[in-house]
T-cell receptor, first 115, second 112 residues
Framework: DSGVTQTPKHLITATGQRVTLRCSPR?????VYWYQQSLDQGLQFLIQ???????AKGNILERFSAQQFPDLHSELNLSSLELGDSALYFC??????????????FGPGTRLTVL | AQSVTQLDSQVPVFEEAPVELRCNYS??????LFWYVQYPNQGLQLLLK??????LVKGINGFEAEFNKSQTSFHLRKPSVHISDTAEYFC??????????FGKGTRLSVIA
């Protein structure tokens, strides 16, 4: 158990809909990262927040947005969903703001299926 | 921008045999290198990392990796694998500024 929690575990929805994925980081970690894992693209970094502020941005679509709240939990919002958005979405956390050398602790993921 | 190539998508190996999972990276600057493992239905877990210093890095569960700057490689090795090592292994690189870039993963299957 990494200490990172994600809800829900599974999500099935239809094209055009909007969903929210939730992540609680390990106690004491200030950075939260979001990743998308799919068979064709592999593991892709989406976005990082540090202590409530956006810190780094990766291959995140405009239809996707995220935020980190004062209690440090984070939400990833996916809207106008397409079939290709079906994937496993991971949240990770780390203690510092640095994007590179800190160990990231991964949650168990949310599997999103868009029908 | 940096990139990572994991040369083998699947590696089957018999129990107690040695294994090497290959990783090559490209970057124009100094890098940090990582290996993560993903067990079935779980998130990723850090196996080991190279930040600086000794090029031979030891990690958890008996794994080690060697950083070779001239070959731009960071291959993962274990002298004797167990059934419990069956998992997906990801190599990742960072140029110390931008976020981690992961390879596509190598699925290690240990056969009894």
């Amino acid at each position: 158990d990494s200490g990172v929690t994600q809800t829900p575990k599974h999500l099935i929805t239809a094209t055009g809909q909007r969903v929210t994925l939730r992540c609680s980081p390990r106690s004491g970690d200030l950075s939260v990262y979001w990743y998308q894992q799919s068979l064709d693209q592999g593991l892709q970094f989406l976005i990082q927040y540090y202590n409530g502020e956006e810190r780094a941005k990766g291959n995140i679509l405009e239809r996707f947005s995220a935020q980190q709240f004062p209690d440090l939990h984070s939400e990833l919002n996916l809207s106008s969903l397409e079939l290709g958005d079906s994937a496993l979405y991971f949240c990770a956390s780390s203690v510092g703001r640095g994007v590179s050398y800190n160990e990231q602790f991964f949650g168990p993921g949310t599997r999103l299926t868009v029908l | 921008a940096q990139s990572v190539t994991q040369l083998d998508s699947q590696v089957p190996v018999f129990e107690e045999a040695p294994v090497e999972l290959r990783c090559n990276y490209s970057s124009s600057v100094s890098v940090y290198l990582f290996w993560y493992v993903q067990y079935p239905n779980q998130g990723l877990q850090l196996l080991l990392k190279y930040l600086s210093g000794s090029t031979l890095v030891k990690g958890i569960n008996g794994f080690e990796a060697e950083f070779n700057k001239s070959q731009t490689s960071f291959h993962l090795r274990k002298p004797s694998v167990h059934i419990s090592d069956t998992a997906e292994y990801f190599c990742a690189v960072s140029d110390r500024v931008t976020p981690l870039v992961f390879g596509k993963g190598t699925r290690l299957s240990v056969i009894a």
